[in-house]
């Protein structure tokens, strides 16, 4: 009854009001909540929360708790583990305009993943934040997320597979920032995107990583314009994918910034000729007579090397013969060079080899000095604690 509609709205309202965080308005008919502009340190602790039932959200209809869409939160700097997964039917959440800091990987985490609206847009402090943002949309089960806004962040760069874990994301915002270049895997596993916006950008140009990450998308909206684009000979191939790109690309608002003689002229349909990559007549013929110069050398060289070769077969007898000489002399010399190594390591070897060269000197002295005495004289030897040596000479007889 009318009167009952009436009780509910009340006593609807009087929770809202108990609940509220303070500063914040609440609105229980829409179910949101708004903290513009109340200098919050932090995310409030306490939303409001009533029971709610057959009521239609994203097509389907449940028994709800606190269905709450939480907009405007400003300045804050930190987001805690679980911040909103007291929400558990939250759809839209905005966070413009803060300076985050810190965000805790889990700071998105919500059950069942509710969250379709996410907007970080001029909320990004520093790298760090980036970083930290990353981390949370890969652990944050934000698989339900349809729109992402991170512009007017500065962002430089933007992390290979940083949106992986976001397969049912339709709409990202990355205009207003300070993204040079695209790089391979920034948009794996984004399946279902219909709308990416990379105006107000650094772009110049888009190498073929870049290219090949954005023709991966598919028959997608792709908005590219109000880049400082330089129409010189590195651009031909981002040329040649606007003309050929199944995506639907702003292509009309396209426009060189640089060199002066193009600025402003249209990307599309841009010539080569225009652009100044095409090589004077007197230049091209320089290049082929180089070209020639270099085949003509490669031939020549080419022709001796064979010769050599052919000498080397014709004369390959001598060749291994003298191969077999040097590895033997070679084998010979390392021999030598092992036996020195071991008699002068082993103590007892070297007692034995100084013994063998004493005696060797000593037959080597013998044998000199038999060869300078005359022939009838006689060497004896005395012992060795005699410490002298007798030599007896003997006049010859005469018969």
Same mark, same amino acid.
């Given at each position: 009854?009318?009167?009952?509609?009436?009780?509910?709205?009340?006593?609807?309202?009087?929770?809202?009001?108990?609940?509220?965080?303070?500063?914040?308005?609440?609105?229980?008919?829409?179910?949101?909540?708004?903290?513009?502009?109340?200098?919050?340190?932090?995310?409030p602790q306490s939303f409001p929360g009533y029971n709610v039932t057959n009521i239609s959200l994203s097509n389907n209809s449940h028994k709800v708790s606190r269905c709450y869409s939480v907009s405007h939160l400003h300045r804050i700097t930190a987001m805690a583990s679980h911040s909103f997964s007291a929400l558990l039917n939250l759809r839209l959440l905005d966070l413009s305009g803060n300076r985050l800091v810190l965000i805790h990987p889990e700071a998105l985490?919500?059950?069942?993943?509710?969250?379709?609206?996410?907007?970080?847009?001029?909320?990004?402090?520093? !790298?760090?934040?980036?970083?930290?943002?990353?981390?949370?949309?890969r652990?944050?089960? #934000?698989?339900? +997320?349809?729109? /992402?806004? %991170? !512009?007017?962040n500065r962002l430089a760069l933007l992390p290979p597979g940083m949106f992986s874990? #976001?397969?049912? +994301?339709?709409? /990202?915002? %990355?205009?207003?920032?300070?993204?040079?270049?695209?790089?391979?895997?920034?948009?794996?596993g984004v399946n279902h995107l219909q709308v990416l916006d990379l105006t107000h950008n650094a772009f110049r140009t888009f190498n073929a990583d870049a290219l090949q990450e954005l023709e991966k998308l598919g028959n997608i909206q792709i908005l590219l314009s109000e880049n400082p684009y330089a129409c010189s000979c590195e651009i031909q191939n981002f040329v040649a994918w606007l003309n050929e790109s199944r995506a639907q690309v702003d292509v009309d608002a396209l426009r060189c910034a640089s060199p002066t003689a193009l600025s402003n002229a249209r990307l599309w349909g841009l010539s080569v000729l225009a652009?100044?990559?095409?090589?004077?007549?007197?230049?091209?013929?320089?290049?082929?007579?180089?070209?020639?110069?270099?085949?003509?050398?490669?031939?020549v060289l080419g022709f001796v090397g064979m010769v050599f070769l052919f000498v080397l077969y014709l004369n390959r007898k001598g060749m291994k013969k003298w191969i077999i000489e040097t590895r033997d002399a070679c084998r010979d010399m390392m021999e030598g060079y092992h036996y020195r190594y071991e008699i002068d390591s082993d103590p007892r070897l070297g007692r034995i080899a100084a013994v063998y060269r004493g005696s060797r000197m000593q037959k080597h002295a013998g044998v000199a000095l038999s060869q300078q005495l005359p022939s009838d004289t006689c060497i004896n030897q005395v012992p060795t604690n005699t410490h002298c040596k007798q030599v007896a000479t003997s006049r010859p007889v005469s018969l």
């Open positions: 009854s009318p009167c009952q509609c009436y009780l509910l709205f009340l006593q609807t309202e009087i929770e809202c009001s108990l609940d509220c965080p303070f500063g914040c308005e609440c609105f229980a008919v829409t179910r949101t909540v708004n903290c513009d502009s109340k200098d919050l340190p932090a995310v985490s919500i059950p069942s993943g509710p969250l379709q609206e996410l907007n970080l847009s001029r909320s990004l402090y520093n !790298s760090s934040a980036l970083t930290d943002l990353t981390t949370a949309l652990w944050g089960g #934000l698989r339900g +997320l349809l729109g /992402l806004d %991170l !512009s007017g874990h #976001l397969p049912n +994301l339709q709409q /990202l915002l %990355l205009t207003n920032n300070s993204l040079v270049a695209l790089y391979s895997g920034t948009f794996s652009i100044g990559c095409v090589v004077p007549a007197q230049t091209e013929a320089a290049y082929l007579t180089l070209q020639t110069s270099y085949i003509l050398l490669g031939l």
